[in-house]
């Protein structure tokens, strides 16, 4: 018999961590009040897949995360995967931003041990939770070999997801989570089996790291539609050093508000073309003139995940070309 691995779970708050009235609320309920032990101990047979170890470091909905929370999170994940006896980490996080989180980590943490943040759509005191089962499933896949080397991961409804694609698609379903271009594996019985791995960089091939990032740069988002006046646009600009601009289709720009997206990025905003259909690629110079607008675009990535990849880019560089390749890589 191998031994097993030694994986800490830490505990942020969510759904997850969640307790209803009674047990018909599978929706209704008050979020992040459990402690990260009170959870593990619904599932006492995981300590038969890891020795392990809990540590409470927030307790809030994940609506509420900031960068501030994101690099507490990440800078807490990487000092305990620098110890030799951590063979990798489980985050509990709410499901509304964990793909935020996770692509954060997948960006920034340099080490090929396994982190697999997961959350869940039911709070455990609800019928037919997931909680208990994809915590015990997020706990299997961090402490098998399988999984390491290949990228923070989110676990979810017995899925394995790349934290680059994962998606958090519905707002109530059980089946909540997809990737684009799908699932990494699955999880059955506590053993994960995996048909895929991720092919854009990340950990140890990126050129960002955790532990040196400081202060991260002011990325907003902006969703368009075509009664949006130029005023709201300028306001979020005036703030920001990089801004997505969510357009329809294929990052569409309605005419009134190509001069003050143009305005932006003469006074140095870094304007990135994203997409309001979350499918499918926003062409450069497809819908509009990048090159000469001055402009960038997102590839395939979802708004806020390229506010996150914007945010660490801008980090190391102002030059449009590297940025734009930051988008085409990773
Ligand atoms: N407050 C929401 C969050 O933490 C609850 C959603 C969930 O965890 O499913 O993201």
Request: proline residues 5%; glycine residues 8%.
């Amino acid at each position: 018999m191998t031994e097993k691995a030694n994986i800490v779970v830490i505990g942020t708050g969510g759904t997850i961590a969640g307790q209803g009235k009674a047990v018909i609320n599978t929706s209704a309920y008050l979020c992040s009040v459990l402690g990260i032990d009170e959870i593990l101990r619904t599932i006492p047979h995981a300590s038969e897949l890891a020795n392990l170890r809990a540590e409470q470091l927030l307790q809030t909905g994940s609506e509420n995360f900031n960068n501030e929370h994101l690099l507490a999170i990440g800078r807490r994940v990487s000092s305990l995967l620098a110890q030799d006896d951590v063979d990798g980490v489980v985050i509990t996080h709410g499901t509304d931003t964990i793909e935020e989180t996770a692509y954060f980590l997948h960006l920034t943490l340099k080490s090929a041990k396994p982190v697999v943040v997961v959350g869940s759509m039911r709070p455990p005191s609800a019928m037919s939770s997931d909680a208990a089962l994809n915590l015990y499933d997020a706990i299997a896949v961090a402490a098998h070999p399988s999984s390491r080397g290949i990228g923070t991961l989110v676990v979810a409804n017995d899925e394995i997801h790349t934290a680059r694609d994962v998606v958090k698609s519905n707002s109530i379903k059980l089946e909540a989570f997809r990737s684009p271009y799908g699932a990494l594996g699955h999880v059955i019985e506590g053993r994960p089996r995996y048909y895929r791995r991720p092919w854009r960089a990340h950990t140890l091939d990126t050129p960002w790291s955790i532990d040196t990032l400081g202060a991260l740069p002011k990325v907003d988002i902006v969703y368009a539609y075509g009664a949006l006046s130029p005023d709201a646009v300028e306001a979020i600009a005036a703030h920001a050093r990089g801004l997505i601009y969510v357009g329809t289709g294929n990052g569409n720009v309605a005419e009134h508000l190509i001069e003050p997206l143009r305005d932006a990025a003469r006074r140095g905003v870094h304007v990135v073309r994203a997409s309001r259909t979350g499918n499918g690629i926003v062409l450069r110079n497809g819908a509009q003139p990048d090159d000469a607008y001055g402009w960038l675009t997102v590839e395939d990535q979802i708004p806020p995940k390229a506010r996150i990849l914007l945010t660490l880019a801008l980090t190391q560089t102002d030059d449009m070309q590297a940025l734009q390749v930051a988008f085409e890589r990773y």
